[in-house]
C-alpha cells in the first residue's frame, strides 16, 4: 500500500506525461462559458486506412494532436464490430461539479445492495451514516477493490475480489440481487462540470472520468471487463470499448478535427502505422485498464530502417497518437488515485510488549495499524513529526512522553509516560491502541491522499469519540481526503459544533446516510449548513434516536417511583 506498481503493460510514456500537465494548464476551462450542443459520438478512425472527412468549422486545440470532430454525418460512421455508439448524454443527476481541490466523483450500478447509487461527490470529508447491514461497508468497496486488483499485479483477472483490503467473494457474491447476467459499473470522476458549461469541442479538454462495465468469467471466480467508457470533463464521450461475442474489444472514438491534426500525420512510416493501429485495434487490459503498452511494442516490433526513432517520433499517426493520449492519461489519473488511497479498518492488531522492524519504512500503518509503532519508530528522530504525534496525544488525554528501548538488534520496545513510571502500549488500554495508527495514518499520508477509516469510534469512551472529530477536521486542512464510516453520534455532534465554529468549511464536508429498502441499499446526502444544522425533514428518521428515546424513558420510569418520604409523584 502507497508504492506504486509498475508491473508489466503498465507503461507511463510521454503521451501521459504531456496529457497530465494539460489537464494542470487547462483545470479551469469553460467554467461559466455559454452552453454547447453535445457531440455526437463516433467510430474509431482506427478501423480503416480511409478516413473520411467532412470539413467543420473548429478552433485549433491548445493541445496539438488532441481535438475531435463532432459533426461527422451518419452515413460515414463505419462500425467496428457492430458495437452500439455510446450514449453522449446524460440526466440532471449527473450534473456535480469535481475538481479543483480533493474530491471524487464516484458511481456503482449492480454492485451488492445497491442498484444504483447516482453519482455522489467524495468531499474533503465524507461520512457515512447507517444501520448496521445498511450498505456503508459497499459503498466503500468499490475504491478498495480497485486498489487491491491494481496491486496484484497480475493483469489475468479484471478484478481481484479477495485480497488484503476488501473480500466481495464470487461475482454471484457482489452482483445485485445475486444475478449472473448482471452487469456492475463502477464509475469515477476526478474532474467534472456540468456539460451545458463546454466552450470547447470535444478533444480539447483532458479525461475527467471513466466507467468501468464487469461480467461474470468462465466461472464464478473470474471478472471480465465488459466495457471501457471515457468521457471528458464535461461528460462528452472521448473513448469507448465494448466486449464483444468473439471476446475482442471494439473501439470507437470521436475523429480528430483536421486543423488539429499534423501536416504529416500519414506519415512516411505506414507499415509501423499499419502495425500500430492494429495493435489499438486487438489491444486487451490489463486488470481493468487499457494501456499503451501493446501499440509500443507493435511500433518496435515493425521496426524501420537505420537507427530506431524514439516511440513519441513513431506517433505521427494522429489517431494512434490520440488513443494513447486517452488511455495513458486515464490509467496515469486511476493508478494515481489507487496508490494514494489508505485504508484502516475498526479492527486493531493487539499491542505487543516488543515490535520487530522490517528493512525499510513501511508505506502505511496497515489495515489493522499493525505498522503504526514501526513508522513511529522511524519518526524518533524527526523533530516536526514527533511534535504533531504529541500534540494529538495530548488533546485525546494521553501522555505525550514517547519511549523506545532497543530490544536486540531488530527489535525495540514502545512505552509512554515519564522516565522509571512509563507503561508498555500494551498497558495502557485499548483506547490508545485505537487513536494512534489513526494520528500516524493522518500524519503519514500525503496531500491530496485519500484515507478510508472504519468505525474509528470502537473502545472510545464518548469524550475520545467526540475528539475524534477534531483529528478528522485537522487532517482535512492538511489536504488529506477522509472517508469515515461511522455509528458515533458524538462524533457527528462535535462535527456539527466545528462547522457552527468555521473551524471547517461546509463546502468541505459530506453526509452521506445508508438505508434498506427491502433489498436495495439507498444512500443519500442529508443538507448541512455552516451552523450544522440539519433541516428536520431531512433527518433520517429513527437514527440517532435512542439517546432521546432512553432519555424520555428514563424520566417516567423515574415518575412513577414513589420518593424516599413515601409521595408519589
Known sequence: MGYRKSSGGRVHGASAQAFSSMGKRHSRSGAGSPPSDLPRSVDCGLVADTDPYVPSVVGRSPFPGFGYRTNDPPQ????????????????????????????????????RGFEDTQWLRLKPLTILLGANSSGKSSLIAPLLLMKQSLDSQTGRNALLTRGDYVNVGSFRDFAHDHRLDATVSLGIRWHSHPASQAKRPVGEYTPGGVELGFVRGDDLHQVKLKSYRVDDLYRRVMLHRVLAEDERYTLRMARIPKRARRADSKGKRAEVNQAMRAAAREARPVDFLFTSAAVRHAAIDAGTDGDAPTFPALLDDDRIRFYCQIVDYVQLRIEDIATNLYFLGPLREPPKRVYELSGEMPPDVG?????????????????????????????????????????????????FGSKGRANSVLDVGFGLSQILPLIVQGLRAPPLSWLIVEQPEIHLNPRLQAALADLLVGLSKRDVGLIIETHSEHLLLRLRRLLADDSIAVSDVGLHFVERSGTTSLVR????????????????????DDSLRESLGLAQAQASRPRPDGVQT
Open 76 to 111: 460515414r460512421r463505419a462500425s467496428l464490430h457492430g458495437a452500439p455508439r455510446p450514449d453522449t448524454t446524460s440526466p440532471v443527476s449527473d450534473v456535480i461539479p469535481v475538481g479543483h481541490g480533493i474530491n471524487l466523483g464516484i458511481r456503482w450500478r449492480q454492485f
Open 367 to 415: 489495515t489493522r495499524g499493525e505498522h503504526a509503532p514501526e513508522i513511529l519508530y522511524r519518526w524518533r528522530n524527526d523533530e516536526q513529526r514527533s511534535d504533531e504525534v504529541k500534540t494529538w496525544l495530548r488533546h485525546f488525554g494521553f501522555s505525550d512522553e514517547i519511549r523506545f528501548e532497543a530490544v536486540g538488534d531488530e527489535g525495540f520496545a514502545l512505552s
Open 525 to 544: 446526502e442529508v443538507p448541512l449548513d455552516q451552523s450544522g444544522y440539519v433541516e428536520p425533514k431531512d433527518w433520517p428518521q429513527g437514527f440517532f
